[in-house]
């Protein structure tokens, strides 16, 4: 709903923009939504060149955008850096391509991969940098979804901290099929995020300034996952970081429903009696593990940050 | 019990020897041992000057090999690379500091640090590039320990495959405190390696060229794994690598025993009944973890190599 890259560029750049060569991540728009057209803009800048990164996947502009600007006589150069720019965009071009948010499951873990002692204690497995890292996903991803479990449990806010002053406050999602959360749970606070409430049914007493949205339960007495995230898309919401329990975790993994996972790993052991990763119900066979691909590894503070990316079957 | 490396190298160079700069790893030795001493050699082929890059920690040594060289007119450098030769000389230094093997436990898990299916199946978990690099690991230690219950389960040969033809082949080492390893077990079978069998009692029908060894068994009947260890330090074992399962892998860490993991992490995920890293029974607040320091990481094929020490508590 805020103005496009493209217009606040040029109202900075002023007269400089005149001739000047345009870099952008993603194909301008050529139709009225919320703004209008940022080739509007460009052209009545007076731009040089414009260098696209990748085309728009949103079928409302689609290569138009780029018709237009070469119809007004500007030279167009599509491609450069297209890797870089479709990893920018994910988010816009999952919801755009698949009618989903792009999900990244983080999780905080030792070496033997548990996030938690049985007695639910987890303050704190992985260190300060990995928790500001953290802090840097939720705001990249624009919207954190967790369970009623958790916030039941540990009452977090899924606010950013400790970031620059611009970043942006994500949206707060909590899955609550059987809406047990209460009004005053912190992740209801008042704010500049959204915070929707995917429940099960008709919602009673929902909070205020809080949006609750409705999807069907399995038969076994949970959220449809895929369509409450067919929900979310519907709403804009382009990436979403799923920091919940191992049982929510487990059910996003198994219904292929995660893009990328995002491991802290501490340099720790916590034993058997530790709470795991995610809970994958009958997982009996090595043929039925889920495969990943690892992206990234890297150290965060004391911490190892492990990226995967699951295969899908 | 065969030649030291300065007889080796000094035979290999014959006469270019007079004058030369000799780098050596650890101080020669000046005793009699089984060997005659290399301080006699270097002496006696003439050499320039000896980099040590430390002190042997024999305390029939300690410093009389450089003595005995300086004394001959020889220059002695001592210090060169020295991190680096503590390394190469860990099993050494383990076993005349401290009077027991430096202790390398391996583990091949799943991102959810699973080493196998609750029906034991593991075939394979890590890749072939991990299992190759854990034949070298088993090399490098030169004995490798294990259970009964690994060896009743999965039969392992615990040999090295793969490598140069002069490549060792490992000592095996098997924990069967109660004697249920049976005779026909392939970790048994005849070679180049000695064979330790790490019993609780006076052993019943040893198998042909396997050497009982006898220790004491705690209240819970679990063998005294300090002792065992001191017992194979008697026995000139320097180094042993830990492929156990999890019960015998989380007794070792308890009681401080481990120098050194090696966990290669494949890019899977095989849920919360699989079987753990190692059983740490009584651990349930987060202030009795066991803490680790990264050492380091790469990929090993497609898999994560981890090595971690762990911090004494």
Redesign the interface.
């Known amino acids: 709903g805020h103005a496009h890259a493209e217009v606040l560029a040029l109202a900075e750049a002023g007269a400089r923009a005149r001739g000047a060569d345009v870099f952008v991540s993603l194909e301008p728009c050529a139709h009225h939504g919320r703004t209008p057209p940022c080739i509007d803009a460009l052209l009545g800048a007076g731009v040089g060149r414009v260098w696209v990164a990748m085309q728009d996947p949103n079928p409302k502009v689609a290569g138009r955008g780029i018709a237009a600007l070469r119809a007004g006589g500007i030279e167009v150069d599509v491609g450069l850096m297209a890797a870089e720019a479709l990893r920018i965009n994910r988010g816009f071009v999952s919801r755009m391509a698949r009618g989903r948010p792009f999900v990244t499951l983080k999780a905080g873990?030792?070496?033997?991969?548990?996030t938690a002692?049985?007695?639910g204690?987890?303050?704190w497995?992985t260190g300060a940098d990995a928790r500001a890292d953290v802090h840097r996903l939720r705001a990249d991803a624009g919207a954190v979804l967790t369970g009623s479990g958790t916030v039941l449990a540990d009452d977090p806010q899924l606010s950013v901290r400790g970031l620059e002053a611009s970043a942006r406050e994500p949206d707060r999602i909590v899955v609550d099929t059987r809406m047990r959360v209460p009004i005053s749970a912190r992740v209801w606070a008042d704010g500049a995020a959204r915070r929707l409430w995917l429940v099960g049914g008709p919602p009673t007493q929902c909070p205020k300034g809080v949006e609750a949205v409705t999807a069907a339960t399995t038969e076994a007495g949970h959220l449809d996952l895929a369509e409450a995230l067919r929900a979310l898309a519907e709403r804009e919401i382009n990436a979403v970081l799923l920091e919940c329990g191992?049982q929510l975790a487990?059910a996003f993994?198994q219904q292929g429903l995660v893009d990328e996972?995002v491991?802290y790993?501490a340099?720790?052991?916590?034993?058997?009696?530790?709470r795991?990763?995610?809970?994958?119900?009958g997982?009996?066979?090595?043929s039925q593990?889920?495969?990943?691909?690892?992206q990234d590894?890297r150290?965060i503070g004391?911490d190892?940050r492990?990226t995967?990316v699951p295969i899908p079957a």
């Open positions: 873990i030792s070496l033997d991969a548990r002692m049985s007695s204690e987890s303050q497995i191992p487990g993994l996972i491991a790993i340099p720790m052991l916590l034993g058997h009696d530790a795991p990763l995610a809970l994958l119900p997982m009996e066979r090595l593990a889920l495969h990943l691909q690892w590894v150290q004391r190892l492990v995967a």
